[in-house]
């Protein structure tokens, strides 16, 4: 389904605790969109401005008062057993875990690197997230996929003020499933493609560095420094991959074309971008860390208190992943009013330039 033309409106506290009246309701126009069938109201009295990240979480609040009962089913049934599967880790062998940390080690060890404690926790942690990853990639194209496009569906209702209609909702999915699964196979591929460079990187600058005779010091500082690096590279790609599920959903583009016309979109909003990524990654690992600490190694007495700890966990990381879906969703309406505001100033100086 496209996004129709025009600015889209902010919705506003008052409007989402009242619901909007009725005659502000009758004079709303209802567009029928072409490829999905579906409708929209467009209302000139509020439009959308581009915000900061701090306006983007209220406005996501706003959104989950106003809408909450659907988008606490879409985390019951689509995220939360995405949330236990990765949290628990029971799809991960642990004998392949060791292994490939084990291999991981070796290639740190022979590029010079210093076989410290967090070197080797980092590279039990990245053998374990890869394994994660892999064991649970039919869930993420499934589940997760499907609360994705949900989400960002609910959120463009809300916007419309349009109720959630399960059967029109799967009706769209069926027609915009195969440019979906084609764009996160995409992005699937170029976090892979950061991944595998970063370290590809890693490995010849600590190779040079041991060559050259440095210090163990020294190897471990151009390694924090190469990390660092890519920590800022890594966090662009992901936002970028976020925004193109968004757009995938939302306009009739798929694949690379979502993923270029994410980077277009994010052009000016990058700071913003960032600071919504740190937010949802610091979140997420507060909840991974928790759950690692109080669910599979500490427990009191019989283990009892992993009977409430583990799905209280639960849910507070498929809400945290909620939250950050629907962040990612205000941010796409947001970066296309910024391009828009910034379409209509160059026109403007260029009309002005002619008339000069």
């Not at 069926?174 to 991944?195: N, Q, S």
Request: a neutral charge.
């Amino acid at each position: 389904m496209e996004v129709s033309t025009g600015h889209r409106r902010k919705i506003e506290l008052d409007c989402l605790n009242s619901g909007g009246s009725e005659e502000s309701r009758s004079q709303d126009h209802e567009v029928e969109l072409p490829d999905s069938g579906v409708h929209r109201s467009l209302s000139s009295d509020h439009q959308f401005h581009s915000m900061n990240a701090l306006e983007i979480l209220k406005e996501t609040v706003n959104i989950l008062r106003y809408n909450s009962s659907g988008f606490l089913v879409i985390a019951a049934v689509l995220i939360c057993p995405v949330s236990a599967l990765l949290l628990s880790n029971v799809l991960v062998d642990q004998s392949i875990a060791r292994r490939l940390t084990i291999r991981l080690l070796i290639v740190a060890r022979s590029t010079g690197l210093p076989l410290k404690s967090y070197i080797k926790q980092s590279c039990q942690r990245l053998s374990e997230m890869a394994l994660a990853a892999s064991y649970c990639f039919p869930m993420y194209i499934t589940f997760s996929l499907l609360s994705k496009a949900a989400i960002v569906y609910l959120v463009d209702c809300t916007y419309s003020r349009k109720k959630f209609d399960v059967s029109k909702f799967f009706t769209i999915i069926l027609k915009i499933w195969k440019r979906l699964v084609v764009t996160y196979i995409w992005a699937c591929m170029v976090i892979v493609g950061c991944l595998a460079l970063f370290l590809v990187l890693l490995v010849a600058v600590c190779n040079i560095f041991s060559v050259a005779g440095s210090s163990s010091d020294l190897i471990v500082y151009s390694a924090m420094m190469i990390g660092l690096v890519f920590s800022v590279v890594f966090a662009n790609a992901i936002i970028i991959c976020n925004l193109a599920i968004v757009i995938s959903v939302l306009e009739d583009i798929s694949g690379p074309e979502a993923l270029l016309r994410s980077s277009i979109l994010i052009q000016g909003q990058t700071q913003v971008g960032l600071l919504i990524f740190l937010g949802s990654t610091m979140a997420t690992t507060f909840v991974e860390g928790l759950f690692e600490h109080r669910v599979k190694i500490l427990s009191y007495g019989d283990g009892s208190s992993r009977l409430w700890e583990g799905p209280l966990l639960v849910i507070m990381h498929s809400f945290v992943v909620l939250v950050d879906s629907m962040m990612s969703a205000v941010f796409y309406f947001t970066c296309r009013s910024s391009s828009m505001e910034s379409l209509e100033s160059m026109v403007g100086e260029s009309e002005v330039l002619v008339e000069q």
